[in-house]
């Protein structure tokens, strides 16, 4: 029995792949911003509408360069608990202190109406996460942001082409992170992009991703975040290939939806998003519900993940513990299950089953 994971990387066709060695074998350039990076960085801005965009090595040296550049190094940043670690450990690493607002138990994103009694002359700013690819309240915690003079970062791991209200998901807050892991819709690898509507900031991400220096000139403080040529070269590959891989993703979770519908809740998603299908969450009723199905599932060799659990505010190095207690009943009950590209219609079907004659057998306890 082949074993079914929650996701798998795509790959393309491997002459295409080639075809780009070869162009890096010809022009002998590795990285340091060679040409195949600025092809990537320019498809992706056309690709996003955006107007700056910095492709870097991964997506959580991007969230700790997103602080560098709006020039926080200190204080609280307003968060959410509903997240992948990185968004947590990199407030941590920055030496900033993490502070949770609870998530809105229908979206799962982080709770707007939580947000303003958090804050303190200490804050600095609110990194929020379109979780699942779900937008946040954008324009709400703008606002939020406007009054109290605070920026707004948003790890947009999961947004990759997402759309809300006609514009790219990435085109909001001070600056949007999003991750092209080999696990995400699209993916180069490892690699990541900082974006942000600001030329200054933009500037100075420029300069911070790169150790500092233009030339001779040590201007600040930088680090190595640049990717290679070879990153760059997977992502003139899979750049061609996304749209045909979100309509195969929709066509995977539409089938889903047709046949769990009634059985398990899903979170809340706004009509005015054009989404990307990166993940297929489902909450279920309880926690020995979620184990059972688990149990189930791994028993056929398939492997769901618990996305996301713990509740980050649950992490064990955090100095002190802050009560979130949506979040930590959502992560007690939430599954993504096996989503991806060459994932068979059959499958899906096997899944289904699985998990509703396993809610079933449980109603009979
Ligand atoms: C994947 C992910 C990251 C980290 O991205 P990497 O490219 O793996 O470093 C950060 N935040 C979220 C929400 C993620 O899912």
Known sequence: MTKIFVTKSFLPPIKEFKKLLEKIWSNNLLTNQGPLLKEL?????????LENLHFVTNGTIALQLSFRALDITEGEIITTPFSYVATTSSILWERCTPIFVDIDSETLCIDVNKIEKLITPKTKAILA?????????????QKIANKHKIKVIYDAAHAFGCKYKNKSLLSYGDISVCS???TKVFNTIEGGCLT?????????IELLKRFGHNQDNHLTLGINAKASEFQAAMGLCNIQHVDGLIKSRKKISDTYDKLLKKYIKRPFVPKNLEYNYSYYPVIFENESQTLSVIEALNKEDIYPRRYFYPSLNDLPYLK?????????????RILCLPLYVD???NDVKKICNIIISTLKNGENY
Do not use: M, R, W
């Not at 960085?41 to 509408?49: M, W």
């Not at 509507?197 to 100075?204: A, F, L, M, P, V």
């Open 343 to 345: 994932l068979k219609i």
């Open 196 to 204: 942000t509507n600001e030329k200054t900031i933009s500037d100075k």
């Open 41 to 49: 960085e320019t498809k992706l801005k056309n690709y996003l509408d």
């Open 129 to 141: 996460v379109h979780v699942f690819g779900y937008p946040c309240d954008v324009e709400k915690i």
């Open 320 to 332: 002190n513990h802050q009560n979130c207690p949506i979040s930590e009943y959502v992560s007690k």
């Open 180 to 182: 092209f892991h080999a």
